[in-house]
């Protein structure tokens, strides 16, 4: 009794570290997304020139501070579920 006790208790465990590991994925995904439509508008409409490099720079940095701030938020969620 109680060993299926603790196996269904490791199987929540399992299933809500997957489940986790979905949403920050679906976060990530739509963060990328978001930081395509920024790049586009910001070619577009504010640096018509295409001036790649700088373009290509700015596409990189906007990708690693929203995914870093993702990642850090992530990364705090499960310390906090860690020490609780």
Do not use: D, G, R
């Amino acid at each position: 009794m109680i060993n299926k006790f603790l196996k269904l208790h490791e199987l929540n465990q399992q299933e809500k570290y997957i489940q986790q590991k979905q949403k920050i994925k679906s976060v990530a995904s739509i963060i990328i997304m978001i930081a395509i439509i920024i790049f586009y508008f910001y070619n577009t409409f504010i640096y018509p020139t295409w001036n790649m490099p700088f373009s290509l720079v700015v596409f990189c940095l906007l990708i690693l501070l929203l995914l870093s701030t993702n990642v850090l938020i992530a990364i705090y969620k499960i310390i906090k579920n860690k020490w609780n």
